[in-house]
């Protein structure tokens, strides 16, 4: 019930497209579902994050979309670019001071 | 302002040592949490600490404990080392209390411990 399912694992698009990650989750106490985004070599960092009370959020090239009913979300990039090669992972939270983490999706965008 | 700091950044040991991790945060975060990174299994909560106090603690063996200092400073330990081990060992640091507010965890770079 604390698992959060990503996917795809890997993902190739080419530059312009748009990257799609999905994921799921069961614990309907999550409250907060933020998405992370990491280079090799570092740490992640936020990207972007949803509250359940928003259906759509978006920042820039960057949106969150929220299914509360279906308990899922997902991360659209649009008009990816080589710069957005990364790994991104989804995570949902609640009150105990914890996030739970998705398996992470590699994205690769080729020029 | 300087990030989330992880010494040692690369250290390998044998099997059935112990090793100490330490992470400083970012200056007036309160809460630190560790998280274990593998192939495949993405991040793995391990603990969080806030005022020297440990609030949550994930699902790992008690060979896996930690500690946080007054100044906000922590160290996680692992004894006697197995191979599974190995992995990229992350520190966040977030300023509200434990970071229910916003959820925002700031990491460290990470200390990536090989155990042979």
Known sequence: ?111 | KAGVTQTPRYLIKTRGQQVTLSCSPISGHRSVSWYQQTPGQGLQFLFEYFSETQRNKGNFPGRFSGRQFSNSRSEMNVSTLELGDSALYLCASSLPPGGAVTGELFFGEGSRLTVL
């Not at chain 1, 795809?8 to 309907?28: D, F, H, M, R, W």
């Not at chain 1, 999550?30 to 994050?49: E, H, R, S, V």
Request: hydrophobic fraction near 35%; charged fraction near 20%.
């Open chain 1, 1 to 111: 019930q604390q698992q959060v399912k990503q996917s795809p694992q890997s993902l190739i698009v080419q530059k312009g497209g748009i990257s799609i990650i999905n994921c799921a989750y069961e614990n309907t106490a999550f409250d907060y579902f933020p998405w992370y985004q990491q280079f090799p070599g570092k740490g992640p960092a936020l990207l972007i994050a949803i509250r359940p009370d928003v259906s759509e959020k978006k920042e820039g090239r960057f949106t969150i979309s929220f299914n509360k009913s279906a308990k899922q979300f997902s991360l659209h990039i649009m008009d990816s670019q080589p710069g957005d090669s990364a790994t991104y992972f989804c995570a949902a939270g609640d009150s105990s001071y914890k996030l739970i983490f998705g398996s992470g999706t590699r994205l690769l965008v080729r020029p």
